[in-house]
Every structure is written in C-alpha cells, then in structure tokens.
C-alpha cells in the first residue's frame, strides 16, 4: 500500500508565477489536509478537504490560494502570483473515513517551494 | 481554541541516557494526542497517539509517551537514547475525529554519542 505521494518534491518558481502542489492520497482514504511550514517552525493548517468538498479552510489565506479534490485524481493546492513569503514546504496528509476511526494522519513528502 | 506548546526549541542528552520531550496541550474538550517525528528534508513520521485508555502509551522505535490530564501534558520519552533519534519532533493535539491537527513548533533532539 503506497504511502501519500507529493509531487513535486522541489518546486522552484519566479514571484508572479503559479505554483501547483500535488497530493494523492494513500489507498482507501478520503479526507485531505494541507499544511504549511515555514523554516524553523511547526507545521500550520491549511485546509480540509473531502472528495469534491471543502470542509475547512479557515487556514487559508483569503487570497492567491485554493484547493481542490476532484472525484478522480489528486488533491491540487494552487498558489497564483507567488510572493517569497510563500516560500516553505507544503506537506499534505491523508485519513480514513469514519468509524472506526484510527485517529492519526499520515503524512506525505512535502513540496518544497522555493519563490526566487 | 485548541493549542500545543513544546517549552524547548532543543533537547541535547547523550547516547545511552533516558530523554523526555515536553509536550503541553488546551482543548476545550477531550484531547487526541500525538507525536510526529521529521527527519531533515522528510516529511512527518507518525510515532504514537492517546485517544483513550492507559495513560501510558508506547510507540515506535521504543518511544513513549504519558497523558496526564491534570497537568494537560502529553511528554514523550524513551529510557534509552540512540544517536540515530536526533531528529525534530512535534506533539499535536485536536478534539475530534477526522479534524485538521494543532501542531507545538517542535523540540529538536540531539542525541549525543
């Protein structure tokens, strides 16, 4: 059973460009989370996303950023015009469904965006 | 709100010696409880949980960890350090099921031979 897999791992773009993050979840699971973490510090909620739903995105800024997770394929989180701040490493995690519930999240890679 | 304080950025303890890595939560109601550990440029590792039961809860690679309620702390510890448990490692905390996590800004662990 693969793990969740990023791509791509390493992602370098120009400020004004677009960056786009991908996350599969691992097998059977159906909820999403984005998190954010900038050097040095621990790891910061983005958004929760279930198949074609957004659950909670309190963690999102309110510009630039958005997120999906269509039907079929990955879980994409875009940012547009990137600035340097948004440079860090984007790491997504995936769960189960409900019940009976295991509790943990199971982390990807991460993408490591570098804005120059 | 929900919130996780890790009171140490660095813990340095020498190989072969017993290690804690403190961990203090505020749920506004009951706790699920984890660790994570990252290894440089890697992503997160899961190590151990409490969601309810024994306080005393046993993970991977012989880490451990003690809910205490009354203290609000989840520390983690292992009796013998390896040099090869250097690494960050964030405690977590949310209060229901399937809800986005509350991460500490972690405690890097040095180990030292």
């Known amino acids: 059973n693969a793990g969740v897999m990023q791509n791509p791992r390493h992602l370098v773009r120009r400020r004004g460009q677009e960056a786009r993050l991908r996350c599969s979840p691992m097998?059977?699971?159906?909820?999403v989370y984005w998190y954010r973490q900038l050097p040095e510090e621990g790891l910061k909620f983005m958004v929760y996303?279930?198949?074609?739903?957004?659950?909670?995105e309190s963690g999102m800024p309110k510009e630039r950023f958005s997120a999906e997770f269509p039907k079929e394929g990955p879980s994409i989180l875009r940012i547009q015009q990137v600035v340097r701040g948004d440079s860090a490493a984007y790491f997504c995690?995936?769960?189960?469904?409900?019940?009976?519930?295991?509790?943990?999240?199971?982390f990807g890679p991460g993408t490591r965006l570098t804005v120059l | 709100a929900q919130s996780v304080a890790q009171p140490e950025d660095q813990v340095k303890v020498a190989e072969g010696n017993p290690l804690t890595v403190k961990c203090t939560y505020s749920v506004s109601g009951n706790p699920y409880l984890f660790w994570y550990v990252q290894y440089p440029n890697r992503g997160l590792q899961f190590l151990l949980k409490?969601?309810?039961?024994?306080?005393l809860v046993k993970g991977s690679y012989g880490f451990e960890a003690e809910f205490n309620k009354s203290q609000t702390s989840f520390h983690l510890k292992k009796p013998s350090a390896l040099v090869s448990d250097s690494a960050l490692y964030f405690c977590a905390v949310r209060d229901r099921m399937n809800t986005p996590l509350v991460f500490g800004k972690g405690t890097r662990l040095s180990v030292i031979a």
């Open positions: 409490y969601i309810t039961g024994d306080n």
């Open positions: 995690a995936s769960s189960p469904p409900s019940g009976p519930p295991t509790g943990e999240q199971f």
């Open positions: 097998k059977g699971h159906s909820h």
């Open positions: 996303l279930q198949k074609e739903n957004i659950i909670d």
